[in-house]
């Protein structure tokens, strides 16, 4: 492979083609389900969907089958064939496949973003393209097939390869089983599992996810009035709803540490993804934390930077990302509110079960509410984290040779944070397939919050990488 020439193809499709079309993808409010009740109506997800779809037809890679399913009650996938190319392993065969997967449905708005910029509204400045959905994940439709093209422009060989591409990935990827198994017959068995919807610890080198957590998660809510009462004549007689919550959420987490503790919530951390953790923060310094917008005074959690790393990417961690029953600050009278409603987000370590953390989250809230108080824990789908098999030898080599090719430097370990769904169904699904979990979500990009953009220089050097290891399966020993 001539790693230059493929360096070359790529860089001048994504110049050419695939970034005049991010700009019109960005510029398209496809929020999830979760977050645009009304998308079928709205017609944002379809118009994306139209988009990728209209992209993918163009580009001329010989004997692919692109299809949009839209089954009744069900958001669209895109899903693409294409056959197997030369080669003594490449016979085209579904036991032995390649999936890639990505998705186009985006977060909501979030406020905060700088004068100039926007969620809708496309911007090119210093490399990078701002906006909401460009890095997670709409980027990953181009990506993929460029990758296959690279491939295809030096007559190199590819085993078969099935993209699929969801629409609600960012509300829990809820469809997604489904798919899976109506199309089994036509995915076939992967071998490998090439997932572009990441992160990485810079832009200076190629990072493969080893892990990523789960999440439970809900709304939890403390009526303790039927009607809000002035406060000077209640409080002292009646418990405020909020410390309600707040008595409930201790049961939860210490609040002075941050530290889960229930043990339920807790997993094992393996030795290998502690040494990886530690390397991680060698390579990336005082970058693990300096990539948050922190205010100034502002410290991290714990000092050590491979605590820092673990407690993201193997711990519990609770959030709270919203919250009811709460008037606006210049409407607050003096009034003992009846209720107070919060939203928990629990990320959990990657061997966590999903539902039963959840089940067991239920449990712990609603058990004696303090003073009798009327508490409810309403959940939402849980999602089970995802634990990384052993890579194979080839595997191992083509990452680190694809990381030294593209960018001159080896490429790197690193547990993620977030949830992908479709990693632990993968996973439990296809326990023989190798996997390859990367992604353009570097420092700063802010993937779901203000002033997201996808870094170019590093989504085109992905993309090189991807054509790399697509080849190296094919030669695979």
């Given at each position: 492979m001539d790693t230059h020439a493929a360096l070359r193809f790529v860089e001048t499709r994504w110049d050419d083609s695939i970034v005049p079309q991010l700009i019109e993808y960005i510029r398209i409010p496809c929020k999830s389900p979760q977050f645009d009740s009304?998308?079928?109506?709205?017609?944002?997800?379809?118009?994306?969907?139209?988009?990728?779809?209209?992209?993918?037809?163009e580009q001329p890679i010989a004997g692919m089958q692109i299809e949009v399913l839209r089954p009744k009650d069900r958001t669209p996938l895109i899903l693409m064939e294409i056959p197997a190319v030369g080669g003594a392993r490449a016979g085209g065969t579904k036991d032995d496949t390649v999936l890639l997967y990505g998705h186009m449905d985006k977060q909501p708005e979030m406020a905060g973003w700088e004068e100039g910029l926007g969620p809708w509204t496309p911007v090119l400045r210093d490399g990078k393209l701002y906006g909401r959905?460009?890095?997670?994940?709409?980027?990953?439709?181009?990506?993929?097939?460029?990758?296959?093209?690279?491939?295809?422009?030096?007559?190199?060989?590819?085993?078969?390869?099935?993209?699929?591409?969801?629409?609600?990935e960012e509300s829990g990827s809820y469809d997604l089983p489904f798919y899976i198994e109506s199309l089994a017959a036509r995915i076939g068995k992967p071998s490998l599992v090439v997932c572009l919807?990441?992160?990485?610890?810079?832009?200076?080198?190629?990072?493969?996810?080893?892990?990523?957590?789960?999440?439970?998660?809900g709304e939890l809510r403390a009526q303790v009035l039927t009607e809000g009462v002035h406060s000077g004549d209640a409080s002292g007689i009646v418990?405020?709803?909020?410390?309600?919550?707040?008595?409930?959420?201790?049961?939860?987490?210490?609040?002075?540490?941050?530290?889960?503790?229930?043990?339920?919530?807790?997993?094992?951390?393996?030795?290998?993804?502690?040494?990886?953790?530690?390397?991680?923060?060698?390579?990336?310094?005082?970058?693990?934390?300096?990539?948050?917008?922190?205010?100034?005074?502002?410290?991290?959690?714990?000092?050590?930077?491979?605590?820092?790393?673990?407690?993201?990417?193997?711990?519990?961690?609770?959030?709270?990302?919203?919250?009811?029953?709460?008037?606006?600050?210049?409407?607050?009278?003096?009034?003992?509110?009846?209720?107070?409603?919060?939203?928990?987000?629990?990320?959990?370590?990657?061997?966590?079960?999903g539902e039963q953390a959840t089940?067991?989250?239920?449990?712990?809230?609603?058990?004696?509410?303090?003073?009798?108080?009327?508490?409810?824990?309403?959940?939402?789908?849980?999602?089970?984290?995802?634990?990384?098999?052993?890579?194979?030898?080839?595997?191992?080599?083509?990452?680190?040779?694809?990381?030294?090719?593209?960018?001159?430097?080896?490429?790197?370990?690193?547990?993620?944070?977030?949830?992908?769904p479709f990693m632990a169904m993968l996973g439990e699904k296809f326990p023989d397939a190798q996997f390859v979990i990367t992604g353009v979500l570097g420092p700063h990009s802010n993937a779901h919050g203000p002033n997201e953009f996808l870094h170019l220089d590093m989504a085109k050097k992905l993309t090189a990488c991807v054509a790399k290891i697509l080849f190296d399966h094919v030669n695979r020993r």
């Open positions: 009304e998308w079928r109506a709205n017609g944002h997800i379809d118009r994306a969907v139209a988009l990728i779809e209209r992209w993918c037809r959905g460009g890095a997670d994940d709409g980027y990953s439709a181009f990506a993929s097939l460029t990758a296959i093209r690279a491939l295809h422009e030096q007559n190199l060989p590819h085993a078969r390869c099935v993209v699929l591409i969801e629409a609600c919807d990441s992160g990485c610890g810079n832009y200076e080198q190629l990072w493969s996810t080893t892990s990523l957590r789960g999440l439970a998660g418990a405020s709803s909020f410390r309600v919550i707040r008595t409930l959420l201790s049961r939860l987490e210490d609040e002075r540490s941050g530290a889960i503790k229930p043990m339920d919530f807790h997993a094992d951390i393996p030795p290998d993804r502690r040494r990886q953790a530690q390397a991680t923060s060698s390579a990336l310094g005082a970058v693990v934390y300096e990539k948050f917008p922190f205010v100034p005074g502002m410290k991290p959690m714990a000092e050590d930077l491979t605590e820092q790393t673990l407690n993201r990417t193997w711990r519990p961690a609770l959030s709270i990302t919203g919250a009811g029953g709460m008037p606006p600050l210049a409407n607050a009278g003096n009034v003992l509110r009846p209720e107070t409603s919060v939203k928990v987000s629990l990320r959990l370590p990657p061997t966590v079960d089940a067991a989250l239920k449990t712990l809230f609603e058990k004696d509410p303090p003073y009798g108080a009327k508490v409810e824990f309403v959940p939402e789908p849980a999602a089970s984290g995802w634990n990384a098999p052993a890579l194979t030898s080839w595997l191992e080599r083509s990452l680190h040779d694809a990381s030294q090719s593209f960018f001159g430097r080896p490429s790197m370990y690193m547990g993620e944070g977030g949830t992908i």
